[in-house]
């Protein structure tokens, strides 16, 4: 998934008018970057609307502060850090009433046949951890964050980091436990 | 942050497919970000009306020289295309839907290139009039002769056409206000 954006190139010209305002450049890179920001909000948001405020807030900032950006590191990794920024923001202003933990433990999940089941179970069960455990494991394991970054994103420790990691790892490959050995599978998630 | 090749990704997380996104965030993100045009290409105030004075000459030649195509189009704007509604109507109206479809094209031509002020209401409904009109193409790319592409073509310049016809208005009367 997250490889065709890796591959996107940001067209020096079109970064130029974007950063000088040129409204249609600005739309152009909108429409090649919205739908993964909108899907990297949207695995660590879960909620639609959530996810919706958070690629718009960032898209916002980034086109503000798009004389900032210097085109010596791909675009997504500088649009995606701005995403989760976003997300993180949306994540502390939630009321405890809207925590997605309320959907933790609602999966007793079959064992699992083909990868269109997996891919189903996989979404279930990431959608069920803590939010914070799914920011954590998504940040690192996906979009490729080091620990030091997603800790200050959290504002929390390298250690409580890790340790997020490991747990989110050990749950998902647990609901995954009929596929490969969970023993082999545990040794490999925390080999860091 | 790690290069993509290197991320070890034990729970497969990566092969979950991208989620869509079904609403279109454009217009809302364009109205938060206003365009700040920099120091330097800040004109003297001079060249500013010398351009307000081309452009009022551009816009008199204009309506003064419009082709009777365009005269029909200026009046499609204001009374709407009847929507085809039998099979043999859709037959019969679709090459008059392609002659309106060219006349607008050219009705919208002339004030499209023109560099007038556009209020941020206009260029947003602009900008998404000619999004689909651009999706409306595609599709026609598919179905050349399907009428009720074209009618819904012809409805989105005419719709288009009268932003441009109201721009346009608008420009005159500022200039011969001053």
Redesign the interface.
Known sequence: ????V?QLRLDAQLLQQAQ?????A??QI??LY???A??LA??LLVCPEHA?DA??DA??AA??KLDKFQDVSPFW?WLKRIVSNSCIDIIRKRKPEASLDSLQGDAHHPRLAD?AE??LL??QV?KSLDTEDRVV??LY??????HR?IAKLLGRSISYSKTRLSKA?TK??NA?AGLTQPAE?FK??N?L | ????T????????????????E?D??P???A??K????ASSRRPQWLALAASALLAVLLITQLNLQQPTELQAEALVETPVEKPTSEIDQQGQLQRLITLSQSLEKRIYSPRLQNGPVSAYE?VVI?ELEDMIAVIDQQLLQQTTDPELWYRRVTLLADLAGVYQQRQKRNLNEYVAL
Not at chain 1, 1 to 4: G, L
Not at chain 1, 20 to 24: E, I, K, L, V
Not at chain 2, 1 to 4: F, S
Not at chain 2, 6 to 21: G, H, N, Q
């Open positions: 998934m997250t490889k065709s890796f000088q305002g040129d409204q249609r600005c739309k909108y429409r919205a739908a993964p909108y899907s949207k695995r919706r690629t718009q898209f916002v086109f503000r990794s990868t997996q891919q996989l979404e990431l494991v998504w394991d996906v979009e490729g964050f080091k970054e790892r998902l490959l995954d599978k490999a998630a080999k | 942050m790690n290069q993509p290197e991320i070890f990704d034990p729970c497969k997380l990566r092969s979950l497919p991208e989620i869509p996104l609403e965030l454009w809302a993100i364009q938060q970000i365009p700040v045009a920099p260029a900008a």
